[in-house]
């Protein structure tokens, strides 16, 4: 049911998924502690407020455009099959007990929150796709996701909240939304390594940033400095890999591939 889910030697989890004996340590002990970033409210009670708050924030509900039908709202069985793994979320908050993000920004939408929010922009039903993409992409939305595994690895139900936060950066970008540094680093990033093989350290920043965007390259010009000085700056002139044509060719594929 997901009431108690807490954190057991360090990670969050289902405490009556958890079998002693697969939890005890070398020592002879198991450490048993409230789940994380939430605040205590008593012993191993959190307060779940700001969860619910994140999650209230994504507008959880289905908003269908147009006439309604005399009977249901139709929908393919192929995407409620893909929808089925995120449904399954029991709003446990394991994944934001140990969302490494929330620690240190509690304003964060978070991974419950921004699977939750993929859950009906990959709705066919739903007819407000754009404006929750809108939503998601501004600050403390889906960009500010690390990509640290930590909310895929304590999921007790496979909901794997970071798939569906990459997957909502894709649908963000497909709608139009691709001015952001989120947006730009990641085209950058894929560009810079299909183009070489592997990643141009020096080239990705004004990509990301803008060419023309010189105060912001200005504002990086201290971290640069450092860098140089430490023997850290990237080279200027980047060499591609010996097999490049292959490596372009998995790019090719992957994007050949059909999309889920």
Known sequence: CGSCAMRINGHACLACKTQVRQAIGPDNTITVEPAGVM??????????????????????????????????????????????????????????????????????????????????????????????????????????????????????????PMDRIMALRDQAISAGFDKTYGARHAEAFSDLVEHSGWLDELRIVPKTVGVANVPALLHLAPEAMRALTHGKLPPIIHKKIEDVQGFRKVFKNADEAPKE
């Open 39 to 160: 605040p205590v409210v008593k012993d191993l009670v959190v307060d779940f407020e700001m969860f619910w708050d994140k999650i209230m924030a994504v507008e959880p509900y289905l908003q269908p455009e147009g006439p309604e039908p005399e009977a249901e709202y139709i929908a393919s069985n192929e995407s409620m099959l893909h929808l089925s793994g995120v449904t399954a979320c029991i709003m446990c908050g394991a994944c934001v007990s140990d969302c490494t993000v929330m620690e240190v920004d509690p304003t964060f939408l978070g991974p419950a929150a921004l699977a939750k929010a993929y859950r009906f922009t990959a709705d066919p039903r739903d007819g407000k796709s754009k404006e929750r993409l809108r939503m998601l992409n501004e600050p403390t939305g889906m960009w500010d996701c690390t990509r640290c595994l930590e909310c895929v690895q304590v999921c007790p139900k496979g909901v794997a």
